[in-house]
């Protein structure tokens, strides 16, 4: 089925609930009201002829000049070949949301990194915590206006180019070899020839 029949579908469930679908540029996508995102899920996976039984990737967008985080859903069925995205719209000073873990298990960790590197609260979620930072990490790295404080408890947050610190460790490398395997004394320079007497003049007759 095209993305088209799968939002014809959504729409004669759930009306204006479900959004029209985007012109596509690579992915087109419908926006749905958060208050609906669960049923519109449980929906799509279970209803015979679509069947999105994977959630292959759930993630956001921050738009701060717009005052909103958008929270991503790119859902797939390998039954048959089809998908959708979907789109919910969130406050962005208290973006919330109910959970979709209860429909793919998979959304577990896609939304622990969401409230990590967003911080998109989603109500119903059995282990809400960081995944990638220290849960007394200030701010969610993936806003846009996120300021870098410099560190985490004396732990500098910059990293060197990796490249820099191989070139360093190879020149560790070759300065200690060199200590094991010295090179040969040079060679003695080679002996001057003996000078040139002086010239006889030739016998005469």
């Not at 799968?6 to 469930?13: D, G, N, P, S």
């Not at 930072?133 to 500098?156: C, F, M, N």
């Amino acid at each position: 089925m095209t993305t088209d029949g799968i939002h014809e579908r959504l729409k004669a469930v759930f009306g204006d609930d479900v959004g029209p679908l985007s012109e596509a540029k690579m992915d087109a996508f419908a926006l749905v009201k958060k208050e609906r995102i669960v049923e519109v899920c449980r929906f799509l996976k279970t209803e015979p002829g679509l069947e999105l039984e994977f959630l292959e990737d759930e993630t956001a967008v921050d738009w701060p000049k717009r005052n909103v985080i958008e929270i991503v859903y790119h859902l797939l069925s390998y039954r048959h070949r089809h998908g959708i995205v979907l789109k919910v719209e969130l406050d962005r000073a208290a973006p919330v949301i109910t959970t979709v873990e209860t429909v793919w298990k998979t959304a577990n960790w896609f939304e622990r990194e969401i409230y990590d590197l967003f911080g998109v609260d989603f109500t119903g979620h059995p282990d809400l915590r960081r995944l990638l930072l220290p849960d007394d990490w200030v701010g969610h790295p993936l806003r846009k206006d996120y300021q870098d404080a410099g560190g985490w408890h004396g732990i500098s947050s910059f990293r060197e180019n990796p490249l820099v610190e191989l070139r360093r460790l190879d020149e560790v490398r070759r300065a200690e070899a060199a200590k094991l395997n010295p090179p040969p004394p040079p060679s003695p320079p080679p002996a001057a020839p003996p000078a040139a007497g002086p010239a006889v003049p030739p016998a005469k007759a």
